[in-house]
Protein backbone atom coordinates (compact mmCIF):
# COMPACT_ATOMS: atom_id res chain seq x y z
CA UNK A 1 0.00 0.00 0.00
CA UNK A 2 2.05 3.64 -1.27
CA UNK A 3 2.56 5.78 1.91
CA UNK A 4 0.37 8.46 0.38
CA UNK A 5 -3.12 8.79 -0.90
CA UNK A 6 -4.37 10.98 -3.22
CA UNK A 7 -7.27 13.51 -3.41
CA UNK A 8 -9.06 11.44 -6.09
CA UNK A 9 -8.33 8.40 -3.91
CA UNK A 10 -9.69 9.67 -1.15
CA UNK A 11 -12.91 11.03 -2.29
CA UNK A 12 -13.12 7.58 -4.12
CA UNK A 13 -13.17 5.98 -0.57
CA UNK A 14 -16.21 7.99 0.97
CA UNK A 15 -18.24 8.00 -2.16
CA UNK A 16 -22.00 6.79 -0.89
CA UNK A 17 -19.99 6.84 3.04
CA UNK A 18 -20.68 9.31 5.50
CA UNK A 19 -18.50 10.59 8.51
CA UNK A 20 -20.30 11.05 12.03
CA UNK A 21 -18.51 14.40 13.78
CA UNK A 22 -19.58 12.14 17.03
CA UNK A 23 -17.22 9.14 16.55
CA UNK A 24 -14.07 10.97 15.95
CA UNK A 25 -14.85 13.24 18.79
CA UNK A 26 -14.68 9.46 20.81
CA UNK A 27 -10.97 9.11 19.25
CA UNK A 28 -8.03 9.75 21.55
CA UNK A 29 -5.82 9.05 19.38
CA UNK A 30 -6.75 12.13 17.72
CA UNK A 31 -5.58 15.79 18.80
CA UNK A 32 -8.18 18.21 19.66
CA UNK A 33 -6.97 21.05 16.52
CA UNK A 34 -7.76 18.20 14.25
CA UNK A 35 -10.80 17.08 15.36
CA UNK A 36 -12.22 20.62 15.27
CA UNK A 37 -10.63 20.65 11.39
CA UNK A 38 -12.56 17.66 10.51
CA UNK A 39 -15.52 19.28 12.19
CA UNK A 40 -15.01 22.26 10.58
CA UNK A 41 -15.88 20.40 7.20
CA UNK A 42 -19.76 19.85 8.31
CA UNK A 43 -20.87 22.74 6.61
CA UNK A 44 -24.31 22.28 7.18
CA UNK A 45 -23.81 21.55 10.72
CA UNK A 46 -26.13 18.31 10.24
CA UNK A 47 -23.67 16.10 12.69
CA UNK A 48 -21.61 13.87 9.62
CA UNK A 49 -19.89 15.09 6.47
CA UNK A 50 -20.78 13.28 3.34
CA UNK A 51 -21.33 14.65 -0.36
CA UNK A 52 -18.33 15.43 -2.65
CA UNK A 53 -18.32 19.42 -1.61
CA UNK A 54 -17.96 18.39 2.55
CA UNK A 55 -15.20 15.27 1.54
CA UNK A 56 -13.53 17.97 -0.27
CA UNK A 57 -13.40 20.21 2.63
CA UNK A 58 -12.30 17.71 5.17
CA UNK A 59 -9.43 16.48 2.79
CA UNK A 60 -8.31 20.11 2.28
CA UNK A 61 -8.98 20.83 6.27
CA UNK A 62 -6.56 16.80 7.01
CA UNK A 63 -4.29 18.29 4.12
CA UNK A 64 -3.49 21.50 6.81
CA UNK A 65 -1.54 19.24 8.80
CA UNK A 66 0.08 17.35 6.37
CA UNK A 67 4.14 18.40 4.86
CA UNK A 68 4.11 15.74 1.39
CA UNK A 69 4.26 19.08 -0.48
CA UNK A 70 1.43 18.96 -2.64
CA UNK A 71 -2.32 19.61 -1.95
CA UNK A 72 -3.23 16.92 -4.36
CA UNK A 73 -2.36 14.36 -1.47
CA UNK A 74 -1.29 13.85 2.21
CA UNK A 75 0.63 10.89 3.96
CA UNK A 76 -1.67 8.30 5.27
CA UNK A 77 -0.47 8.96 8.83
CA UNK A 78 -2.14 7.28 11.57
CA UNK A 79 -4.52 10.01 11.97
CA UNK A 80 -5.64 9.75 8.40
CA UNK A 81 -6.02 6.21 8.47
CA UNK A 82 -8.13 6.51 11.97
CA UNK A 83 -10.36 9.44 9.74
CA UNK A 84 -10.77 6.94 7.09
CA UNK A 85 -11.63 4.37 8.80
CA UNK A 86 -14.63 5.66 10.45
CA UNK A 87 -16.08 6.46 6.82
CA UNK A 88 -19.09 4.55 7.05
CA UNK A 89 -22.47 3.19 4.89
CA UNK A 90 -24.96 5.96 6.01
CA UNK A 91 -27.81 4.91 8.61
CA UNK A 92 -31.00 3.82 7.09
CA UNK A 93 -33.70 6.53 8.53
CA UNK A 94 -36.55 5.90 10.49
CA UNK A 95 -39.69 6.00 8.57
CA UNK A 96 -40.85 8.85 8.09
CA UNK A 97 -44.43 7.57 9.01
CA UNK A 98 -42.92 6.00 12.51
CA UNK A 99 -44.69 8.46 14.92
CA UNK A 100 -41.17 8.57 17.00
CA UNK A 101 -39.44 9.66 13.82
CA UNK A 102 -37.77 13.32 14.34
CA UNK A 103 -38.52 15.99 11.93
CA UNK A 104 -35.23 16.88 10.08
CA UNK A 105 -36.06 20.88 10.84
CA UNK A 106 -37.41 22.80 13.51
CA UNK A 107 -39.10 26.75 13.04
CA UNK A 108 -38.52 29.56 14.84
CA UNK A 109 -41.77 29.28 16.82
CA UNK A 110 -41.00 25.55 18.09
CA UNK A 111 -37.68 26.11 18.71
CA UNK A 112 -39.15 29.51 21.20
CA UNK A 113 -41.78 26.85 22.56
CA UNK A 114 -38.80 24.15 22.92
CA UNK A 115 -37.07 27.04 25.76
CA UNK A 116 -39.86 28.17 27.04
CA UNK A 117 -39.59 28.73 31.13
CA UNK A 118 -35.89 27.68 30.54
CA UNK A 119 -32.35 28.86 30.05
CA UNK A 120 -29.21 27.73 29.15
CA UNK A 121 -25.98 28.70 30.99
CA UNK A 122 -23.21 30.06 28.56
CA UNK A 123 -20.56 28.13 30.03
CA UNK A 124 -22.38 25.35 29.26
CA UNK A 125 -22.16 25.88 25.76
CA UNK A 126 -18.74 26.48 25.82
CA UNK A 127 -17.55 23.02 27.60
CA UNK A 128 -19.64 21.06 25.54
CA UNK A 129 -17.58 19.16 22.89
CA UNK A 130 -20.09 18.36 20.72
CA UNK A 131 -20.94 22.41 19.82
CA UNK A 132 -18.09 24.22 17.77
CA UNK A 133 -16.41 26.92 19.53
CA UNK A 134 -17.68 29.08 16.84
CA UNK A 135 -20.87 28.08 16.99
CA UNK A 136 -20.62 28.52 21.08
CA UNK A 137 -19.41 31.95 20.26
CA UNK A 138 -21.77 32.85 18.68
CA UNK A 139 -24.58 31.75 20.86
CA UNK A 140 -22.74 33.47 23.50
CA UNK A 141 -23.67 37.03 22.04
CA UNK A 142 -27.94 36.16 22.63
CA UNK A 143 -27.21 37.09 26.38
CA UNK A 144 -27.64 40.76 25.85
CA UNK A 145 -28.08 41.76 29.63
CA UNK A 146 -24.99 39.63 30.25
CA UNK A 147 -26.14 37.42 33.24
CA UNK A 148 -24.60 34.14 32.00
CA UNK A 149 -27.45 32.87 30.80
CA UNK A 150 -30.05 32.93 28.03
CA UNK A 151 -33.56 33.14 29.33
CA UNK A 152 -36.59 34.89 27.98
CA UNK A 153 -38.08 35.43 24.85
CA UNK A 154 -36.19 38.06 23.61
CA UNK A 155 -33.24 36.09 24.18
CA UNK A 156 -34.19 32.69 22.49
CA UNK A 157 -34.89 34.68 19.66
CA UNK A 158 -31.83 36.30 19.41
CA UNK A 159 -30.26 32.85 20.16
CA UNK A 160 -32.43 31.42 16.77
CA UNK A 161 -30.87 34.31 14.63
CA UNK A 162 -27.52 33.63 15.96
CA UNK A 163 -27.69 29.57 14.96
CA UNK A 164 -29.31 30.16 11.92
CA UNK A 165 -26.26 32.01 10.54
CA UNK A 166 -24.77 28.74 10.39
CA UNK A 167 -27.75 26.97 8.97
CA UNK A 168 -28.52 26.33 5.13
CA UNK A 169 -32.04 25.43 4.92
CA UNK A 170 -32.44 29.05 2.92
CA UNK A 171 -35.62 30.34 5.82
CA UNK A 172 -35.17 32.47 8.21
CA UNK A 173 -37.85 30.87 10.34
CA UNK A 174 -36.54 27.64 10.41
CA UNK A 175 -33.25 25.97 10.23
CA UNK A 176 -32.22 21.64 10.36
CA UNK A 177 -32.51 19.79 13.19
CA UNK A 178 -28.73 18.42 13.71
CA UNK A 179 -27.16 17.05 16.63
CA UNK A 180 -25.30 20.34 17.07
CA UNK A 181 -28.39 22.14 18.03
CA UNK A 182 -30.24 19.18 19.62
CA UNK A 183 -26.67 19.76 22.15
CA UNK A 184 -28.02 22.88 22.58
CA UNK A 185 -31.25 22.35 22.94
CA UNK A 186 -30.19 19.56 25.76
CA UNK A 187 -28.24 22.14 27.46
CA UNK A 188 -31.69 24.19 28.29
CA UNK A 189 -32.47 23.60 32.17
CA UNK A 190 -35.86 24.71 33.70
CA UNK A 191 -36.19 28.10 35.26
CA UNK A 192 -36.94 28.09 39.09
CA UNK A 193 -40.07 29.62 40.46
CA UNK A 194 -39.70 33.09 40.85
CA UNK A 195 -39.04 34.50 44.17
CA UNK A 196 -42.08 35.56 46.27
CA UNK A 197 -42.55 39.45 46.84
CA UNK A 198 -43.61 38.90 50.53
CA UNK A 199 -43.04 42.02 52.56
CA UNK A 200 -42.11 40.16 55.59
CA UNK A 201 -38.93 39.14 53.54
CA UNK A 202 -37.41 42.30 53.23
CA UNK A 203 -34.29 43.55 54.20
CA UNK A 204 -33.88 46.07 56.89
CA UNK A 205 -31.31 48.02 57.20
CA UNK A 206 -29.15 48.38 60.08
CA UNK A 207 -26.67 51.07 59.06
CA UNK A 208 -23.72 52.18 61.45
CA UNK A 209 -23.50 55.62 61.11
CA UNK A 210 -24.00 58.81 63.34
CA UNK A 211 -26.04 61.41 62.16
CA UNK A 212 -26.35 64.87 62.77
CA UNK A 213 -28.40 65.96 64.94
CA UNK A 214 -28.75 69.27 63.52
CA UNK A 215 -29.07 68.32 60.37
CA UNK A 216 -31.41 65.61 61.21
CA UNK A 217 -33.71 67.97 62.95
CA UNK A 218 -34.11 70.33 60.72
CA UNK A 219 -34.67 67.29 57.67
CA UNK A 220 -37.90 66.62 59.83
CA UNK A 221 -38.82 70.03 59.52
CA UNK A 222 -38.28 69.60 55.68
CA UNK A 223 -40.60 69.56 53.14
CA UNK A 224 -39.93 65.75 52.41
CA UNK A 225 -40.08 64.92 55.96
CA UNK A 226 -42.74 66.89 56.64
CA UNK A 227 -44.46 64.27 54.49
CA UNK A 228 -42.71 61.08 55.39
CA UNK A 229 -45.14 59.71 57.46
CA UNK A 230 -47.90 59.96 55.07
CA UNK A 231 -45.98 58.67 51.91
CA UNK A 232 -44.18 55.72 53.38
CA UNK A 233 -47.28 54.81 54.47
CA UNK A 234 -48.71 54.74 50.86
CA UNK A 235 -45.52 53.07 49.50
CA UNK A 236 -44.68 50.72 52.10
CA UNK A 237 -45.75 47.58 50.39
CA UNK A 238 -44.10 49.06 47.56
CA UNK A 239 -40.11 48.99 48.86
CA UNK A 240 -41.23 46.10 51.33
CA UNK A 241 -41.82 43.93 48.13
CA UNK A 242 -39.18 45.57 46.02
CA UNK A 243 -36.51 44.86 49.00
CA UNK A 244 -37.75 41.40 49.63
CA UNK A 245 -37.13 40.16 45.43
CA UNK A 246 -33.97 42.54 44.84
CA UNK A 247 -32.04 41.98 48.72
CA UNK A 248 -31.71 45.71 48.85
CA UNK A 249 -32.81 47.32 51.99
CA UNK A 250 -36.41 48.64 51.49
CA UNK A 251 -34.55 52.29 53.58
CA UNK A 252 -32.72 52.86 50.28
CA UNK A 253 -35.37 51.69 47.59
CA UNK A 254 -37.63 54.77 49.51
CA UNK A 255 -34.42 56.99 49.90
CA UNK A 256 -34.41 56.86 45.73
CA UNK A 257 -37.87 57.75 45.55
CA UNK A 258 -38.07 60.53 47.98
CA UNK A 259 -35.41 62.26 46.28
CA UNK A 260 -36.22 61.37 42.56
CA UNK A 261 -39.60 62.44 42.51
CA UNK A 262 -40.71 63.53 46.17
CA UNK A 263 -42.55 59.92 46.61
CA UNK A 264 -43.60 60.21 43.04
CA UNK A 265 -45.39 63.63 44.06
CA UNK A 266 -43.41 65.25 41.16
CA UNK A 267 -45.46 64.85 37.92
CA UNK A 268 -43.05 65.52 35.04
CA UNK A 269 -40.06 62.62 36.98
CA UNK A 270 -43.01 60.18 36.86
CA UNK A 271 -44.54 60.57 34.03
CA UNK A 272 -40.98 61.37 32.29
CA UNK A 273 -38.03 59.38 31.16
CA UNK A 274 -37.24 58.77 34.49
CA UNK A 275 -40.53 56.62 36.37
CA UNK A 276 -40.13 58.07 39.82
CA UNK A 277 -36.87 56.44 40.48
CA UNK A 278 -34.61 58.35 38.59
CA UNK A 279 -34.32 55.61 36.27
CA UNK A 280 -32.75 58.16 33.29
CA UNK A 281 -33.19 56.34 29.92
CA UNK A 282 -29.32 58.09 29.49
CA UNK A 283 -27.79 55.19 31.43
CA UNK A 284 -31.00 52.65 32.19
CA UNK A 285 -32.88 51.14 28.82
CA UNK A 286 -36.02 49.53 28.43
CA UNK A 287 -34.68 45.99 27.60
CA UNK A 288 -32.54 46.35 30.38
CA UNK A 289 -35.02 47.04 32.80
CA UNK A 290 -37.85 44.06 30.97
CA UNK A 291 -34.51 41.92 31.55
CA UNK A 292 -34.61 42.45 35.22
CA UNK A 293 -38.58 41.95 35.68
CA UNK A 294 -38.26 38.67 34.11
CA UNK A 295 -36.28 37.32 36.10
CA UNK A 296 -39.01 37.85 38.77
CA UNK A 297 -42.25 37.42 36.32
CA UNK A 298 -42.91 40.73 36.50
CA UNK A 299 -43.87 41.36 32.65
CA UNK A 300 -43.19 44.36 30.42
CA UNK A 301 -41.76 47.66 32.12
CA UNK A 302 -44.96 50.16 31.73
CA UNK A 303 -42.37 53.08 32.23
CA UNK A 304 -43.37 56.44 32.35
CA UNK A 305 -47.40 55.38 33.04
CA UNK A 306 -47.39 56.16 36.96
CA UNK A 307 -49.61 53.29 37.71
CA UNK A 308 -49.34 51.58 40.69
CA UNK A 309 -47.37 48.46 38.89
CA UNK A 310 -45.40 50.79 36.87
CA UNK A 311 -44.07 52.32 40.65
CA UNK A 312 -43.24 48.94 41.52
CA UNK A 313 -41.46 47.71 38.56
CA UNK A 314 -39.52 51.03 38.71
CA UNK A 315 -38.72 50.21 42.38
CA UNK A 316 -36.96 46.69 41.09
CA UNK A 317 -35.39 47.96 38.17
CA UNK A 318 -34.39 51.07 41.05
CA UNK A 319 -32.36 48.19 43.43
CA UNK A 320 -31.29 46.35 40.37
CA UNK A 321 -29.54 49.45 38.93
CA UNK A 322 -28.21 50.73 42.57
CA UNK A 323 -26.48 47.26 43.22
CA UNK A 324 -25.23 47.32 39.66
CA UNK A 325 -24.02 50.64 39.64
CA UNK A 326 -22.40 50.19 43.37
CA UNK A 327 -21.04 46.80 42.09
CA UNK A 328 -18.99 48.68 39.46
CA UNK A 329 -17.20 51.11 42.32
CA UNK A 330 -16.64 47.78 44.31
CA UNK A 331 -19.44 48.42 46.69
CA UNK A 332 -21.89 45.69 47.88
CA UNK A 333 -25.55 46.65 48.86
CA UNK A 334 -26.65 45.06 51.79
CA UNK A 335 -28.14 45.69 55.49
CA UNK A 336 -24.91 46.52 57.29
CA UNK A 337 -24.01 49.27 55.29
CA UNK A 338 -21.10 51.70 57.07
CA UNK A 339 -21.10 55.58 55.65
CA UNK A 340 -18.15 54.91 53.34
CA UNK A 341 -20.34 52.00 51.54
CA UNK A 342 -23.33 54.34 51.52
CA UNK A 343 -21.28 57.91 50.66
CA UNK A 344 -20.07 55.81 47.74
CA UNK A 345 -23.53 54.13 46.69
CA UNK A 346 -25.22 56.69 46.98
CA UNK A 347 -23.34 58.67 44.08
CA UNK A 348 -23.05 55.17 42.11
CA UNK A 349 -27.01 56.00 41.66
CA UNK A 350 -26.68 59.41 39.80
CA UNK A 351 -23.26 60.37 39.34
CA UNK A 352 -21.16 57.51 37.98
CA UNK A 353 -18.89 55.12 38.74
CA UNK A 354 -15.21 57.22 39.54
CA UNK A 355 -17.48 59.77 42.14
CA UNK A 356 -18.51 56.63 43.95
CA UNK A 357 -14.77 55.48 44.32
CA UNK A 358 -13.54 58.67 45.42
CA UNK A 359 -16.81 59.18 47.84
CA UNK A 360 -16.58 55.37 49.14
CA UNK A 361 -12.63 56.37 49.78
CA UNK A 362 -13.48 59.54 51.88
CA UNK A 363 -16.61 58.12 53.77
CA UNK A 364 -18.57 61.36 52.52
CA UNK A 365 -20.26 62.81 49.57
CA UNK A 366 -22.33 65.60 48.85
CA UNK A 367 -25.02 63.18 49.00
CA UNK A 368 -24.10 61.94 52.52
CA UNK A 369 -21.92 64.24 55.06
CA UNK A 370 -22.74 64.27 58.26
CA UNK A 371 -20.52 67.58 59.12
CA UNK A 372 -22.72 69.67 57.75
CA UNK A 373 -26.09 70.54 59.87
CA UNK A 374 -27.87 71.92 56.57
CA UNK A 375 -29.68 68.87 55.51
CA UNK A 376 -30.06 69.40 51.95
CA UNK A 377 -27.53 68.51 49.62
CA UNK A 378 -25.44 70.83 47.84
CA UNK A 379 -25.43 69.62 44.49
CA UNK A 380 -22.49 70.41 42.14
CA UNK A 381 -23.91 70.75 39.21
CA UNK A 382 -24.53 68.42 36.24
CA UNK A 383 -27.51 67.15 33.66
CA UNK A 384 -31.04 66.22 34.47
CA UNK A 385 -33.83 65.16 31.87
CA UNK A 386 -37.17 66.41 30.98
CA UNK A 387 -40.30 65.23 31.03
CA UNK A 388 -40.52 65.48 27.03
CA UNK A 389 -36.99 63.85 27.58
CA UNK A 390 -34.94 66.96 26.94
CA UNK A 391 -31.28 67.01 28.51
CA UNK A 392 -30.69 70.23 30.69
CA UNK A 393 -28.34 71.85 32.66
CA UNK A 394 -28.34 71.65 36.77
CA UNK A 395 -26.50 74.58 38.12
CA UNK A 396 -24.65 74.16 41.40
CA UNK A 397 -26.93 74.94 44.37
CA UNK A 398 -28.57 74.31 47.47
CA UNK A 399 -30.79 72.15 46.57
CA UNK A 400 -33.61 72.22 49.18
CA UNK A 401 -35.89 70.32 48.11
CA UNK A 402 -33.81 66.93 48.54
CA UNK A 403 -32.52 65.73 51.83
CA UNK A 404 -29.19 63.80 52.14
CA UNK A 405 -28.80 60.11 52.70
CA UNK A 406 -27.54 60.67 56.23
CA UNK A 407 -30.30 62.59 57.00
CA UNK A 408 -33.07 60.81 54.87
CA UNK A 409 -32.05 56.98 55.67
CA UNK A 410 -32.77 57.75 59.51
CA UNK A 411 -36.09 59.48 59.15
CA UNK A 412 -37.51 56.47 56.68
CA UNK A 413 -36.34 53.90 59.01
CA UNK A 414 -38.36 55.70 61.76
CA UNK A 415 -41.67 55.63 59.44
CA UNK A 416 -40.68 51.75 58.00
CA UNK A 417 -39.88 50.19 61.39
Known sequence: MSNKITKNAFQDHFRNKELRINDLQQENSLTPALKEAARSADTNRDGKISGSSETDKLFRALDRFDRDGSARSMHRSPAVETVLHHAASPQTPTTPTQPSAPTTTITRAAFQAALDDKHIKVSSLKDNSAIPSEVASAARSADANRDGKISGS??????????????????????????????????????PPPPTADPNRAVRANFSFQPNAVALDRARSSDLGSK????????????????????????????????????????????????????????????????????????????????????????????????????????????????????????????????????????????????????????????????????????????????????????IKEHLR
Open 154 to 191: SETDKLFRALDRFDRDGNAQSMHRTTVLDAILGAATTN
Open 228 to 411: MSEKLEQHRDTYLKASALTGVPAELIAAIHANESGFGDYRPSVRGPESGFGLDDRHVSTAWGNSKLEQYGLGRWERGTGTERSIFQSAVIAAEHLKRNAAFAGIDIHAQMNANDLAGAALSYIQGTRAAENAHDRGSSWMFNTSDNNPHPLHPGGTSRTSSGRTVRVEPDRKEGLLRWDTLLPL
